[in-house]
Nanobody, 133 residues
Framework: DVQLQAYGGGLVQTGGSLRLSCAASGFRFDLHAIGWFRQAPGKEREGVSAISSSDGSRYYEDSVKGRFTISSDSAKNTVTVYLQMNSLKPEDTAVYYC????????????????????????WGQGTLVTVSS
């Protein structure tokens, strides 16, 4: 079974940093992409960043470019994807979710986005990030 566990959220002041982690297992790492999405109160879920497990290709939405960095680390049966978030702004406040998607998700990264929820099949529980002004 595919398992996704996201953690690392918290309360931070404007300009601060947080690192989110997503521990994922139960799927072929080289055939999938792992993405981060977020949902702010009263808004739709949106893509943030994604990484292709096959070649390490990365994608960032314009709103986080230059501030967020996605990376991954593979162990025996688990891959952990990190989202380093710097220079946080109040508008980054949201519940952040990690998700796994097959070839469609990889293709989205390769063509330069945007990230689409429909391309991701498995979702973890969210972790709340609150940026105070």
């Amino acid at each position: 079974d595919v398992q996704l566990q996201a953690y690392g959220g918290g309360l931070v002041q404007t300009g601060g940093s947080l690192r989110l982690s997503c521990a994922a297992s139960g799927f072929r790492f080289d055939l999938h992409a792992i993405g981060w999405f977020r949902q702010a109160p009263g808004k739709e879920r949106e893509g943030v960043s994604a990484i292709s497990s096959s070649d390490g290709s990365r994608y960032y939405e314009d709103s986080v470019k230059g501030r967020f960095t996605i990376s991954s680390d593979s162990a025996k049966n688990t891959v952990t994807v990190y989202l380093q978030m710097n220079s946080l702004k109040p508008e980054d406040t949201a519940v952040y979710y990690c998700a796994v998607g097959p070839y469609r998700a990889i293709a989205s990264i390769v063509r330069g986005g945007p990230l689409r929820l429909v391309d991701y099949e498995y979702w973890g529980q969210g972790t709340l990030v609150t940026v105070s002004s």
